[in-house]
């Protein structure tokens, strides 16, 4: 069966001459891309050899995939027609075709469920709202033994995953990368764009509509200052110094993650953040052998004050197994998240961030952000739980657990002052 309920733009049918085995497309609101990306699947699963092909779509949520691709899904591969053969499994979100060829829906948000499968083609929708292990511990693994393809999709929402892969592949001469920006391809009315530059704020019309990495996030509680950090050099290389003891804060995971910062408090009120480490599925024992294997020489390991709870399985709290693996907690005061917030705001200006071994946490510092409330059409008092949680969660124990003894932080006087790890500004 041909389909004729999907005809290319010509941005898209340019997309689809160019497209290679690994594609990121970065694309405005209202470009089209998913209907590029379930037709793409759609064609592979009808036009393949193999009896046993497999295709993906990845939502950062599986609600995501039901609400925003799944009719979409059954409508292009014509449910509803006298000649469509494809089966659907509501249940499953899977659709069967014919031909032994198999698409199914997935959500990004226990990326641990995707793991044992095969996959030939795949796309990834909103990646900016994902983890990158997503891609790289779960899905890359799937398509080795079948070389299989995928094809990344969003807008973006600051640097994080899609713009990580998109770095990656711009790179890489074996990958097709493209971005369309709305003051370019022409497929929303001018009159319109005109319109919702006016009613939004300037970055926000940058981000949804000029695809731009850069814009502040809305509803973004670091955003300004991981901003000002960036500005005045203080994500850089920092060194950690071997006299000093490296103090850890820990949010504590049991199916999902664990993420450890690792602090060393300097003379004069100022942090330098060294290091940052995140897994997923692992037990104490994992994270104990990390520690080890880092060698750093330790101070205070911080840890919620939920890790005192008792297991069902073993009697024991996590407490007392780190206890046992030598890690002695002091538990972080229970209190309220706004609290723990602002004492974040209130440590961020003293901190200076090792750009490399911390990179994932300080993207999630700076996408951590307000739930947005839709029926008042505006954000929530409440953080959005998403992957950037576990890693402000455990930095907010640090902010509330740790206390310096010289007189506790102090910010900087100005961005000219000198840089106390090492070597002099370079991003003023």
């Not at 592979?44 to 899904?73: H, N």
């Not at 001469?173 to 003051?183: K, L, Q, V």
């Not at 994932?360 to 998403?386: M, T, W």
């Amino acid at each position: 069966m041909t389909n004729n309920l999907y005809t290319p733009r010509p941005h898209q049918a340019e997309i689809e001459a160019g497209l290679k085995r690994f594609s990121v497309l970065v694309c405005h609101r209202r470009f089209g891309k998913t209907a590029l990306s379930v037709n793409q699947l759609i064609r592979a699963a009808r036009e393949t050899d193999r009896p046993d092909w497999r295709g993906a779509y990845i939502a950062p949520l599986y609600k995501q995939a039901k609400t925003v691709v799944w009719d979409s899904l059954k409508t292009y591969c014509g449910l509803g027609r006298d000649d469509c053969t494809v089966k659907f499994h509501e249940t499953e979100l899977r659709a069967d075709f014919a031909n032994g060829a198999r698409i199914r829906l997935f959500g990004a948000d226990n990326p641990d469920s995707l793991r044992g499968i095969y996959l030939d083609g795949v796309i990834f929708d909103e990646v900016a709202q994902m983890q990158k292990r997503t891609w790289t511990e779960v899905i890359r693994p799937a398509l080795a033994d079948r070389k299989g393809w995928a094809i990344f999709i969003g807008t973006p929402r600051g640097k994080n995953a899609l713009w990580e892969i998109w770095e990656d592949g711009r790179r890489d001469p074996e990958w097709f990368t493209a971005m369309y920006r709305a003051s370019e391809t022409g497929v929303i009315d001018p009159d319109e764009l005109v319109a919702a530059s006016r009613e939004m704020s300037p970055e926000e019309y940058e981000q949804e509509f000029e695809c731009s990495f850069s814009a502040a996030i809305k509803g973004a509680y670091f955003g300004k200052l991981m901003g000002e950090a960036d500005k005045e050099g203080r994500v850089t290389r920092v060194p950690v110094e071997p006299s000093l003891p490296v103090h850890t804060a820990w949010d504590l995971g049991m199916s999902d993650s664990t993420s450890i910062w690792f602090v060393q408090a300097r003379p004069g009120g100022s942090y330098a953040v060294v290091d940052y480490y995140e897994a997923s599925g692992e037990g104490m024992e994992h994270y104990a052998r990390v520690l080890d294997e880092k060698g750093y020489k330790y101070g205070t390991h911080i840890a919620p004050h939920d890790i005192r709870v008792r297991e069902l399985g073993t009697g024991k709290s996590r407490l007392e197994v780190a206890r046992g693996l030598g890690v002695r907690f002091e538990i972080a005061p229970n209190i309220p998240v706004q609290d723990g917030i602002n004492a974040v705001r209130t440590l961020l200006p003293c901190c200076w961030f090792d750009e490399e071994r911390c990179a994932k946490g300080i993207e999630a510092l700076r996408n951590y952000r307000r739930e947005f409330d839709e029926a008042r059409n505006d954000f929530s008092a409440r953080p959005l739980h998403d992957w950037t949680s576990h890693a402000v969660d455990a930095f907010r124990y640090f902010a509330v657990g740790f206390r310096q003894r010289d007189g506790g932080p102090r910010p900087l006087r100005s961005i000219n002052d000198y840089n106390p790890f090492g070597r002099q500004h370079e991003r003023a």
